[in-house]
């Protein structure tokens, strides 16, 4: 079985049961990468669901998620482990007061496990309760070069080296799942060591399974125009197109206000939810709202 999944049908059905609703194709290729034991790199726009697979994965699987952000700067220390130096330095202090200390075993004791603060990457090497743990490197465009450089070999072979303490390896590799925005290509080499799926916004059909799984509540008639709305507002020439994530969030601020149907004035005061570049806003103002409301209403009945 891969990690749990007997078939593609299992991955979906328990990706499902999480609350995520996954399409044959991405289905597939998370059962690939289970079985082969291979990372899961997925890019696609912010906001459509590439986060939320890891965690819906490891909630499924009953494994701990362990999560690196990524970031401008970020470098193999940070993500890997660092000495807690303060703790060292109340050590050393407290074992100087002592007389005859053994200044070789002190030595080797700052460098122990006591003193290692574990970062994500090491953390998912190290053995953990349940299985091996699901690693998300989120957003790893946000990183430098350098750091792609690194993650080729920890991916490869599954090992770090702290020079205090030698090679690490993992007795189990975890299940690591790369995450990518695309604001600038990723090397190619990093992505050959992958399994590789464009996450893309969903057709109406899914949006709507998306939005009955995560909002139950809503209505069946609010749900299809908020979907019909997005699914219109997406072939805008917009700044930021709005993302499954948008559209979830939007679905419950309506609920909130116990709204039972979209109208341009409800649009206007909660179109926040959806966009978030005033330039974009400023394009729904006045009849354009109406229009793309109409637009969205006339394509739910033509369907």
């Known amino acids: 079985m891969a990690g749990g999944f007997g078939s593609i049908d299992d991955v979906q059905a328990g990706l499902g049961a999480q609350g995520y609703v996954c399409g044959r194709a991405l289905a597939t290729v998370v059962f690939l990468c289970l079985r082969l034991g291979k990372p899961l790199f997925l890019e696609g726009e912010a906001g459509v669901g590439k986060t939320e697979i890891a965690k819906a994965l490891a909630a499924a699987l009953g494994r701990r998620l362990i999560r690196l952000q990524c970031y401008e700067g970020l470098d193999a220390a940070s993500a890997v482990y660092e000495w807690n130096f303060a703790a060292q ?20 004791e700052m460098f122990s496990d006591r003193f290692l603060i574990r970062r994500p990457i090491l953390e998912a090497l190290s053995p953990q309760p349940g299985g091996a743990p699901v690693l998300l490197i989120d957003e790893i465009d946000r990183a430098d070069a350098p750091f792609e450089a690194f993650l080729l070999e920890a991916l490869s072979d599954f090992q770090v080296t702290i020079p205090e303490l030698g090679t690490i390896r993992a007795a189990t ?17 990093l992505k050959r060591r992958c399994l590789y799926h464009w996450v893309d916004y969903p057709d109406a059909a899914r949006e709507m399974e998306i939005l009955a799984a995560r909002v139950p509540e809503a209505a069946e008639t609010l749900s299809r125009e908020v979907v019909g709305f997005v699914q219109r507002l997406r072939t ?12 979830i969030d939007w679905a419950k601020c309506l609920l909130a206000l116990d709204m039972l149907e979209l109208s341009p004035e409800v649009i206007a005061d909660t179109i926040g939810a959806v966009l978030k570049y005033q330039d974009d806003i400023a394009r729904l103002q006045g009849s354009e709202a109406a229009r793309l409301l109409d637009e969205a209403r006339k394509g739910l009945t033509a369907a």
Not at 92 to 103: C, P, S
Not at 173 to 189: G, K, M, Q, W
Not at 236 to 247: H, S
């Open 89 to 108: 330095m109340v050590a050393i202090r407290t074992a100087e007061a002592v007389e005859g200390t053994d200044r070789a075993a002190l030595t080797d």
């Open 173 to 189: 590799p975890p299940i690591v799942v790369l995450t990518s925005n695309r604001t600038r290509e990723v090397h190619d080499a």
């Open 236 to 247: 805008e020439d917009l700044f930021k197109k709005p993302g499954v994530a948008e559209t």
